[in-house]
């Protein structure tokens, strides 16, 4: 008996060094992937002459994620971005590739669920609230290239590579300020401009620079766009 309990301790013992080891790395790379995440972005901000107004990156490589608790981008005269609450899941491979290069590779293939997204246009004076969201895409998405988006009129930078995407949002809100010189009171307004449920899938192909939209659903109160299996030839 007394055997017993000894090689019991033992293996007890072992296991909660183990448990200790990787709970210790888990925290340290997760500190050092939320600052490296952290210092990157400042850096596509700096690099672009976007205001970099607050980021707070949380990590977890054992669960395989991290959340981007607050993101808020600002560029004078053109847009405010805030991202709030915005969790992105890893595959086992990202993990590793960041350990070994420091490189997550989230330009190729990520799903996210974010909180909250505001995009502000500055230029045309519009706000889009996107509310409880989630987004899978799959393609090519280089950070070079996504840091120079910062109006609708930029997305061509993207026609250079495949994309896959399937965003969905459980309300979308768009304001404007001036509604009421189209003759419109606040209730009306917010009956014109809130949807439910808002679903966009669609891929891009670079070879032949065709875009399928294979759904898009947006329905509110007042005003619904539903159209599937559209394909566009962008030139």
């Known amino acids: ?18 448990a200790g080891i990787i709970f210790g790395l888990n925290y340290y ?9 952290e210092k990157e972005i400042s850096k596509i901000a700096e690099n672009n002459n976007y205001q970099l107004r607050l980021v707070e990156v949380e990590t977890n490589p054992l669960l395989q994620e991290m959340m981007i608790q607050n993101l808020n981008l600002f560029k004078a005269d053109q847009f405010n971005l805030i991202i709030n609450l915005a969790e992105i899941k890893f595959s086992w491979q990202q993990v590793l590739n960041y350990i070994r290069y420091q490189n997550f590779e989230l330009d190729k293939n990520f799903e996210s669920t974010v909180k909250q997204i505001n995009y502000s246009n500055l230029q045309d004076n519009y706000q889009l609230n996107f509310s409880d969201t989630e ?3 799959q393609g090519n998405l280089p ?3 996504l840091a120079q988006i910062s109006t609708i009129q930029d997305l061509y930078l993207l026609m250079e590579d495949n994309h896959n995407l399937d965003f969905r ?3 979308v809100k768009y304001d404007f300020p001036y509604y009421r010189s189209y003759g419109l009171n606040n209730e009306n307004w917010n009956r014109l401009s809130t949807f439910n449920d808002f679903i966009l899938r669609a891929n891009y192909k670079q070879k032949n620079k065709k ?6 659903n947006l ?17």
């Open 1 to 18: 008996m007394k055997k017993f309990f000894k090689k019991a301790s033992i293996y007890i013992l072992v296991m909660l060094l183990a």
């Open 143 to 145: 950070k070079e290239k």
């Open 169 to 171: 949002a459980a309300e």
């Open 211 to 216: 875009l399928n939209i294979e759904e898009f």
């Open 219 to 235: 329905s509110g109160e007042l005003l619904k766009v539903i159209f599937k299996q559209i394909s566009l030839i962008l030139i």
């Open 135 to 137: 987004v899978n895409y």
């Open 29 to 37: 790379y997760g500190q050092k992937i939320s600052k490296d995440i």
